[in-house]
């Protein structure tokens, strides 16, 4: 019987981490491919900063998602959000820190205008969202007259282009290996975060032996630690290598864990599990759907905001033109990285793994010089494929 409940559980985490052994195929076939321009130091953090505004919409997109809808309007409210925070700062002179702390409010405000249309007049989330790609689409173009505003302050880009200081240097002092000087906060996060990971597992794994779920044999486990925690210290040896840690990495740390945690761990995540799984189940066994998906939508907004600012910190400029196919990237995010069309499955781990595999396709085709127009088709061809597989998975289940 142990032996059976360990086969299904071996199967069950080899569906849950087969993107991510993709993510490392890719990721391979790209640097050979590049001739090893792929995995330098600088190629690394300039790819986590390129996509850093994907993955932050994707986490959010995730939600929508499990609930059987989508969101078409996050791009464009990005750009909006760009646009304010230009016309505040530049215009305005207003303070960039107030600014920052007012875009997260506007996003908000927009989510719940979409989420009351969407949950207690139930218009189609797909009407709501797709007439909201076009509100905003067009408040920036008229807030920005189509004009560019440029250059944002240091406190403003900061989040999105700078490096985390390396404060144990400056305590400990300058410390070389092979003739080059470490970066010891980067080291040390990397250490921190492989602690981190190891006690989770292993509480994970007691929580579940509680209450007689099957678990991983000692020995793959063992294997699986193993293997991230080597994962894990490498990626920080590599950004030890340029410039240490982005600072948009700390933020989409924060956001992965937040999220990791509410979905998995709380009522509310549950509850949205329950409602793409099946609303009218769900409202009959108590749950207030209607609030459910108000707040579901409330959040995309906010995280809108967040990847608007993060995408005119990288631009250090608002332009008309920012945040174009930003929803299909992050729709197609979730869906590669697991998340079923029809709601209910998903997770933030595969989102965040499906938002990289777009990040390095791009990233890969753009340094072997594919062309753009080449670069979507790719692209659109792995998403079919990745939605095809849920699909003939759930009929051969």
């Given amino acids: 019987m142990e032996a059976t409940q360990n086969k299904h559980k071996i199967k069950l985490n080899a569906r849950q981490y087969g993107m991510g052994i993709a993510l490392v195929a890719i990721m391979f076939l790209f640097q050979i491919l590049t001739k090893g321009v792929l995995l330098k130091p600088l190629n690394v953090s300039n790819l ?11 986490i959010g997109m995730l939600l929508c998602i499990l609930t059987g809808n989508i969101d078409l309007s996050v791009g464009s409210i990005a750009a909006f959000i760009g646009a304010t925070s230009g016309v505040f700062i530049m215009d305005f002179k207003m303070d960039p820190v107030l600014v ?22 139930r218009i189609p989330a797909f009407i709501v969202t797709l007439a909201g790609q ?40 300058p410390i070389s290996l092979f003739g080059k000087q470490l970066n010891l906060l980067t080291l040390a996060f990397g250490i921190l975060v492989s602690i981190l990971y190891i006690i989770s597992e292993f509480r994970k794994r007691a929580e579940m032996r509680r209450y007689g779920f099957p678990v991983l044999p000692p020995a793959v486990l063992t294997v699986k630690m193993v293997l991230m925690v080597v994962g894990i210290n490498l990626f920080t040896f590599w950004l030890n290598d340029y410039k240490g840690i982005p600072t948009v990495l700390v933020l989409l740390g924060v956001l992965i864990m937040i999220y990791s945690f509410v979905t998995s761990r709380t009522t509310i995540g549950r509850h949205i599990y329950a409602f793409g799984g099946n609303e009218k189940a769900a409202r009959l066994s108590g749950i207030n759907t209607k609030r ?49 069309a029809g709601g209910g499955i998903g997770t933030v781990f595969g989102c965040i793994v499906g938002g990289l595999i777009m990040g390095v396709l791009n ?21 079919l494929m990745a939605v095809a597989f849920d699909v003939l998975s759930k009929k051969r289940k």
């Fill in 363 to 383: 990233n890969g085709m753009s340094i072997m010089g594919i062309s753009i127009d080449w670069q979507q088709a790719i692209k659109g061809f792995v998403l």
């Fill in 48 to 58: 986590i900063m390129q996509n850093s505004y994907v993955l932050v919409l994707a």
């Fill in 134 to 173: 076009l509100i905003f689409r067009g408040l920036t173009m008229a807030i920005l007259n189509g004009q560019t505003k440029a250059p944002f302050p240091d406190i403003y880009t900061v989040v999105s282009s700078g490096f985390m200081p390396d404060y144990l240097t400056n305590l400990l002092g």
């Fill in 100 to 121: 920052l702390a007012l875009s997260l409010v506007i996003g908000g405000v927009i989510g719940a205008w979409q989420g009351f249309w969407i949950s207690y007049v």
């Fill in 292 to 340: 459910v998906f108000f707040w579901v939508y409330v959040n995309m907004g906010v995280l809108s905001a967040v990847a608007g600012i993060v995408f005119a910190g990288r631009l250090n400029a608002a332009t008309p033109k920012a945040g174009v196919n930003f929803e299909l990237d992050a729709i197609a995010s979730c869906y590669i990285g697991g998340a079923s």
